[in-house]
């Protein structure tokens, strides 16, 4: 099955400082989405971003579908931003999502 | 609001104990999804439903089970045959169409085996 590889495994950033994640994938999507997993483990949706580039706010994302990538950028980091990080994709076929190990973010004060 | 709903937030079952988590969703989607997550670890699918009265194993399905005679309600039976199930667990939904668009999360559900 597709593989999802995220990069660095973890992340130590002072406040206001920016950040990028990458997520690796194996064969080609149908979609891919970046979700905030907060510390009580709620998923929060970031971005759903099967190609292109796409902005809200502090962040954005970057897919490149044909070369099998997406770019996390966080700009100016809060403590709030804390937490982990997951890419999600979406094999041809049908709507499966396969997660990612995720990337671990602390953003110390 | 619309959005998912997941209970209880914290079970705790004994050995040889079959318990059932509860998912709703008045999202009026039609797939709903099963995720299991442990420490530290991505997300790994149980069962999901495109359509009311049908069901697909996931990649973890042995231990499980699963049923949808509704479109709102999706509930996880978790049998005394799975193993290790103590584990964080995620519903989640998406709506129809040949591309869906956005998986949409419960809150989760924590179950721990005493």
């Known amino acids: 099955g597709i593989q999802v590889e995220q990069s660095p495994p973890d992340l130590i950033l002072q406040e206001g400082a920016n950040s990028t994640l990458r997520c690796n994938f194996s064969?080609?999507?149908?979609?891919l989405q970046w979700f905030h997993q907060n510390p009580w483990g709620q998923l929060i949706n970031l971005f759903y971003i099967p190609s292109g580039t796409k902005q809200n706010g502090r962040l954005s994302a970057t897919t490149v579908a044909t070369e099998r990538y997406s770019l996390l950028y966080i700009s100016s980091s809060q403590t709030t931003d804390s937490g982990v990080y997951f890419c999600?994709?979406?094999?041809?076929?049908?709507?499966?999502?396969?997660f990612g190990t995720g990337t671990r973010l602390l953003v110390s004060p | 609001d619309g959005g998912i709903t997941q209970s209880p937030k914290y079970l705790f079952r004994k050995e040889g104990q079959n318990v059932t988590l509860s998912c709703e969703q008045n999202?009026?989607?039609?797939?709903m999804y099963w995720y299991r997550q442990d420490p530290g670890q991505g997300l790994r699918l149980i069962y999901y439903s495109q359509i009311v009265n049908d069901f697909q194993k996931g990649d973890i399905a042995e231990g499980y089970s699963v049923s949808r005679e509704k479109k709102e309600s999706f509930p996880l039976t978790v049998t005394s045959a799975q193993k290790n199930p103590t584990a964080f667990y995620l519903c989640?939904?998406?709506?129809?169409?040949?591309?869906?668009?956005?998986?949409?999360f419960g809150p989760g559900t924590r179950l721990t085996v005493l």
């Open positions: 999202l009026n989607h039609d797939a």
């Open positions: 999600a994709v979406v094999t041809t076929g049908f709507q499966k999502l396969v």
């Open positions: 989640a939904s998406i709506p129809s169409g040949p591309l869906g668009g956005t998986q949409y």
């Open positions: 064969d080609s999507v149908n979609n």
